[in-house]
């Protein structure tokens, strides 16, 4: 079979859905791949290729500090560069992602621990000095791509226990916005200086369904850590004077749009989008822009084709048409894990279920209503 078989999407297509298109970006994962068979998914030209044919605009992209300076000064561009270049041929926009700690930049007790990279910077015992050498490597990446990656996303998820680990003193904290705010702001003016052109976001926060939470420590089981909404980690950004123009939101939902759950009314939109908005206007900053970076559905949470078609059109008709957010990035094109089920595609090139969904939204695309 060929691939294009399934991945083609007409001229006529395309056009129709070109007004969003600048907008629309899919987290696709291309740091992560190297090169396969030419008919394999994990061939990254193959990759570039399905996210032009499904109509993306661009892709999210992972530039780690853990995966690029594996060994203290001695960064290693290469994957990162021929990425770089590729989405640039192809006609394709990219917004990086500046996070995780490499196994130097980690407390030395906790080095061999799985996915210790989630812990925030700390370089030789000193936290403002993990602070210090994260922030040389964002401008590092900003300046090396200036001109081709002018959006910057600071971490991921950083409300999200398994996403910000903080053991300096021995306890993991967990999330804590003033501290992961000292770190955003000396990235931020670091990545500015490098590039007055960068524009540079708070890392797309966990919606969390909308509802504050524990979460296992990662690196205690027998301990939980409070994990924060959206809506109260950014009002606690603003009470410790940290000032941004960019947010990321993860709007995931658990049910699909307007249904009510968990006493806490709709769930999409009104609890994991306005919500955080609202918080926003309340603080006085309804000039900040909302990237989302990502949201996706994960197919068993649909009971049909029909739930999941109408799901993927109602989501991004709301989110395309809330004129404040600037980009929407769909997770993902494929499942990285086989306990996920969030991919447009399969590996062979065909359309999930998440993909036949995603194509039937785009495809009926008419465009937002006129205010009255």
């Known amino acids: 079979m060929i691939l294009g078989a399934f991945l083609v999407a007409s001229t006529s297509v395309l056009a129709q859905h070109d007004s969003i298109r600048d907008r629309l970006y899919v987290q696709a994962e291309l740091t992560w791949y190297g090169v396969g068979p030419a008919r394999d998914l994990s061939n990254r030209l193959v990759r570039i290729a399905a996210i032009r044919r499904l109509g993306f605009g661009g892709t999210r992209l992972p530039v780690e500090w853990a995966r690029i300076e594996r060994t203290r000064g001695h960064p290693d561009w290469a994957r990162v560069d021929s990425v770089v270049s590729e989405l640039q041929e192809n006609g394709l926009k990219a917004y990086g992602v500046i996070a995780y700690s490499p196994r130097w ?62 053991a300096l003193g021995g306890v993991n904290r967990g999330p804590d916005a003033p501290d992961y705010g000292r770190l955003f702001a000396l990235a931020r003016d670091s990545i500015e200086r490098a590039n007055p052109d960068a524009e540079v976001a708070i890392g797309g926060l966990s919606s969390l369904n909308g509802r504050s939470i524990t979460w296992p420590d990662p690196l205690d089981s027998t301990r939980s850590i409070p ?4 809506e109260v980690y950014i009002r606690a950004l603003v009470t410790a004077g940290v000032s941004f123009s960019a947010i ?56 049909s084709q029909a739930v999941l078609d109408t799901w993927f059109r109602d989501v991004l008709n709301t989110l ?53």
């Open 105 to 166: 930049a980690v407390p030395a007790a906790y080095a061999g621990v799985r996915r210790i990279d989630s812990h925030r910077p700390v370089v030789d015992g000193s936290a403002a000095k993990g602070d210090t050498l994260f922030a040389a490597f964002g401008a590092a990446a900003a300046r090396r791509y200036r001109g081709r990656v002018d959006r910057w996303e600071i971490w991921n998820e950083e409300n999200l226990p398994a996403f910000w680990i903080d």
């Open 227 to 230: 994990a924060p909404t959206p």
């Open 248 to 303: 990321g939101l993860h709007p995931y939902s658990i049910v699909p749009p307007g249904v009510r759950a968990f006493g806490r009314g709709v769930i999409f939109p009104d609890v994991v989008v306005d919500s955080a908005l609202g918080a926003l206007d309340d603080l006085g900053l309804d000039n900040v822009r909302v990237w989302v970076t990502e949201w996706g559905v994960h197919t068993p949470f649909a009971s």
């Open 320 to 372: 395309f048409c809330r004129t404040r957010i600037a980009l929407v990035t769909v997770h993902t094109l494929t499942d990285g894990d086989p306990r996920d089920q969030f991919g447009l595609l399969q590996m062979d090139g065909m359309k999930t279920a998440d993909g036949v969904a995603f194509s039937r939204a785009i495809a009926a695309w008419k465009g937002c209503p006129l205010p009255r």
